[in-house]
């Protein structure tokens, strides 16, 4: 019979009890019982799909204290004890600690936001360049540092195929939004060539597209993306790519006055204007997020984890290091459940940092995975050997 006293505190305690141990239980139950439901901080929302980022235009000192729960939930880390309870635990706190991080990026895209369209105001393309690089470059240097830190946090609570498709979602879905077009943004200031004449026969001929959210920046990605020395914006939603420019000749920056459809505040050409600059990245290195790992502690990610087999089946894992080089090797120790010694078998690598390995049963078993990177060992589970992963075959 369903127990009508059982409400929200005592399902917490007794959850907490189960994930943290209880000389902690009951400090924990009541921090997340505070923020469950409509209490939690909400820094995304859907934007074209799960997950979007929000621009928040607010100092981050305002912003912060809603995320005052997470210093209380730190505190209570030396309580935490057992190998199992504590990896629980650092989940969830990388988990607070990746969505306060979301709202200081939102906050930091805010703030460059704030800086580009003030140096938008200068309208002649020369001044405006020497403005752009004191306000807005600074600004952008920033918001690709707090980007690096929310990656970082979100990389350490990776353990499922849902949390990589969270950073998925984030990679393809937010950082264009919020990094990639406002950086290629900037650089289109730093880049600017002039205001050129166009015709029917492109002076630009190598591609072309349209958008309807057309920005500088997303013309200057995608041309350099697709290997092109030059981009031109034309008429609000226009763009055109190309390796030579300037047959037709230059005119006064004043005739490439037509407003972005993607952001007004930017001039996308005019009526067979081109408004041309190049694609060479032209920025600081800090104004781009790094395309290594950054993380000082190596991870090893199993995505599926399988409690039983039937007869017959195999035992098909797959395992990620994320780490900054190669690990020296990632192998799997198995026995029958219960009983000898646990006996190695490398795993099989497939590509840079991801292994594989098919492993056939022929009673119950229980297993554990071991890797070493950058001097560190990694090991699933966190209790291996003591307590290894179990598997049943029926």
């Not at 000192?61 to 210093?71: G, L, R, T």
Request: hydrophobic share 35%; proline share 5%; aromatic share 14%.
């Amino acid at each position: 019979m369903w127990d009508l006293s059982y409400n929200s505190e005592k399902f917490w305690l007794d959850w907490a009890t189960a994930q943290f141990g209880a000389n902690v239980a009951e400090e924990i139950a009541t921090l997340f019982s505070d923020i469950e439901s409509f209490n939690l901080p909400r820094p995304v929302n859907w934007i074209g799909g799960p997950g979007g980022f929000v621009i928040d235009h607010r100092p981050w000192s305002i912003v912060q204290p809603v995320y005052a729960f997470i210093d209380n939930f730190i505190v209570l880390e030396s309580k935490v004890t057992g190998l199992a309870n504590r990896d629980r635990y650092s989940f969830w706190l990388n988990s607070f600690l990746y969505v306060r991080s979301i709202a200081k990026v939102d906050c930091s895209w805010g703030a460059y936001d704030t800086a580009i369209t003030s140096v938008l105001n200068e309208k002649d393309p020369i001044k405006r360049k020497s403005i752009a690089l004191q306000t807005a470059l600074p600004a952008l240097v920033n918001l690709v540092s707090d980007w690096g830190v929310m990656i970082g946090y979100l990389q350490s609570i990776i353990k499922t195929t849902g949390e990589m498709g969270t950073m998925m979602n984030v990679e393809q879905h937010n950082m264009p939004v919020v990094i990639t077009y406002p950086t290629a943004d900037l650089e289109s200031i730093e880049n600017y060539i002039g205001c050129y004449v166009d015709t029917s026969v492109r002076d630009l001929n190598g591609y072309q597209f349209s958008e309807s959210d057309m920005t500088p920046g997303i013309c200057l990605d995608t041309c350099r993306k697709l290997g092109f020395k030059y981009a031109g914006v034309q008429y609000s939603s226009y763009c055109f790519c190309g390796n030579t420019y300037g047959k037709y000749g230059s005119v006064s920056y004043q005739q490439c006055n037509a407003s972005c459809s993607g952001n007004t505040n930017f001039e996308c050409g005019g009526t067979w204007r081109n408004t041309i600059f190049s694609t060479q990245k032209s920025l600081s290195t800090n104004a781009y997020p790094s395309p290594n790992y950054q993380g000082t502690q190596p991870y090893l990610i199993v995505p599926t984890v399988r409690t039983s087999l039937a007869k017959g089946e195999d035992l098909n894992l797959f395992a990620m290091v994320l780490s900054a080089s190669r690990p020296s090797g990632v192998t799997f120790y198995v026995r029958p459940l219960g009983s000898g010694d646990f006996k190695p078998i490398p795993f099989v690598n497939i590509d840079r940092q991801l292994y594989t390995i098919s492993y056939t049963p022929s009673t119950d078993f229980e297993y554990y995975i071991q890797a070493e990177a950058t001097g560190k060992e990694m090991i699933f589970p966190v209790t291996a050997p003591a307590q290894a992963q179990t598997v049943i075959v029926a």
